[in-house]
C-alpha cells in the first residue's frame, strides 16, 4: 500500500537525488523533490543512505567529528526555508509588478487627459 506521489515518482526522485545532495536541485524540481520526500518512506530512506555514504566518504579522513544525521535535517530544513522565502519574493515581485502598471494606466489617463 504504497502512498502515489502527486508530482514526482520514486524514479525521478532517484534521479534527482544526485542534483539535490550537490545542491544543484532548485525551483520547482526541488520543492517536489522534498514534497515527495514527505510522502514516500522508501524514497526518505534512500535519500538517507545516499547522504551517508557521500557525506561520509567524503569526510574519511577528516578529524573532526560529524553528525550526519543531523546534517541531513538541517540541509532539508535549509532547502524548505529557501523555498518558502523565494515564494514570499515572488509574490512580492507580482505585487510590485501590479502596482507599477497600476500607476502607468494612471499616468496615461493623465496623459490622454491633457490632450
Ligand atoms: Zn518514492
New binding site residues.
Given amino acids: 500500500m504504497?502512498r502515489k506521489?502527486k508530482s514526482i515518482?520514486?524514479k525521478e526522485?532517484?534521479r534527482l537525488m544526485p542534483l539535490w545532495l550537490s545542491d544543484e536541485l532548485k525551483g520547482r524540481k526541488a520543492y517536489q523533490f522534498l514534497e515527495?520526500?514527505d510522502?514516500?518512506?522508501?524514497?526518505?530512506e534512500?535519500l538517507h543512505i545516499q547522504f551517508l555514504v557521500i557525506e561520509g566518504t567524503a569526510r574519511l579522513e577528516s578529524a573532526a567529528s560529524f553528525n550526519l544525521d543531523e546534517e541531513l535535517d538541517n540541509k532539508v530544513r535549509l532547502y524548505r526555508e529557501k523555498l518558502n522565502s523565494s515564494r514570499i519574493l515572488n509574490g512580492v515581485i507580482y505585487t510590485l509588478e501590479a502596482i507599477s502598471v497600476a500607476i502607468l494606466v494612471w499616468v496615461m489617463s493623465l496623459v490622454i487627459a491633457t490632450l
Fill in positions: 504504497k506521489p515518482d520514486c526522485f532517484t515527495h520526500m510522502n514516500c518512506a522508501e524514497c526518505r534512500e
